[in-house]
């Protein structure tokens, strides 16, 4: 499956964006999906996954109560929708897809995903 992720962009520290990653391929509802950022400098952080239907989702605890992933099997696309984002969370943010089942255990770790799309550039200014 080929994965690019888009929406990023400039926004203001309490703003809000949503950034789209679409999936070609294969069959999309095979796939866990998953977010992950990287900011300067620093590693691979999880974000957020969802499982193949949509149904069960899981957030790292930064992200909880402020973004929301969702995804839609019907247009491949999975969504990752911020809000009251912080300077902090200026990163390159990437979409991840994995066959492996939907395990708390693992999906914060990006070795649990296979296929990885590039990134979009999210900018958080103070």
């Known amino acids: 499956v080929q994965l690019q992720a888009c929406g990023g962009g400039l926004v203001q520290a309490g703003g809000s964006l949503r950034l789209s990653c679409a999936a070609s391929?294969?069959?999309?509802?095979?796939?866990?999906m998953g977010w992950f950022r990287q900011a300067p400098g620093k590693e691979r952080e999880f974000v957020a996954a969802i499982s193949w239907s949509g149904g069960t989702t899981y957030y790292a605890d930064s992200a909880k109560g402020r973004f929301t992933v969702s995804r839609d099997n019907a247009n491949n696309t999975v969504a990752l929708q911020m809000i009251n984002l912080k300077p902090e969370e200026t990163a390159v943010y990437s979409c991840?897809?994995?066959?492996?089942?939907?395990?708390?255990?693992?999906?914060?770790?990006?070795?649990?995903?296979?296929?990885w799309g590039q990134g979009t550039l999210v900018t958080v200014s103070s």
């Open positions: 991840a897809a994995t066959t492996y089942d939907f395990n708390t255990r693992y999906l914060s770790h990006a070795e649990w995903y296979t296929y």
């Open positions: 391929g294969s069959t999309f509802s095979w796939y866990t």
